[in-house]
Nanobody
Framework: QVQLVESGGGLVQPGGSLTLSCAASRSRLTIHDMAWYRQAPGKQRELVAVITREGNTHLEDFAEGRFTISRDNAKNTVYLQMSSLKPEDTAVYYC????????????????WGQGTQVTVSS
């Protein structure tokens, strides 16, 4: 199985920047799609950005122009670069990854990280 560990969260002032990272543990599973989700207090978890193994990306409208998702397949790590942060970006950010068996390619399992808190406040 795969363990996802997020890091990089913290407190930042409005307009500031943060970069989150999420590393997947060594596994017999090959990591395919990876994504960042977030959940603000009292709200449902929502997608922020997703990236395929080949590097194709999709960002939700609120993230377009401010956030960038990238990955390093050799390190099984996905990054979320955030700039021009707003108070409404405050949330717990979760890493998600889909692992596919290297031996049995029909086997796919989704994994979630523990989450990292991002607080945007002056």
């Amino acid at each position: 199985q795969v363990q996802l560990v997020e890091s990089g969260g913290g407190l930042v002032q409005p307009g500031g920047s943060l970069t989150l990272s999420c590393a997947a543990s060594r596994s017999r599973l090959t990591i395919h799609d990876m994504a960042w989700y977030r959940q603000a207090p009292g709200k449902q978890r929502e997608l922020v950005a997703v990236i395929t193994r080949e590097g194709n990306t999709h960002l939700e409208d609120f993230a377009e122009g401010r956030f960038t998702i990238s990955r390093d397949n050799a390190k099984n790590t996905v990054y979320l670069q955030m700039s021009s942060l707003k108070p409404e970006d405050t949330a717990v950010y979760y890493c998600w990854a889909r692992g596919v068996s290297s031996t049995y390619t029909s086997r796919a399992i989704d994994y979630w990280g523990q989450g990292t808190q991002v607080t945007v406040s002056s």
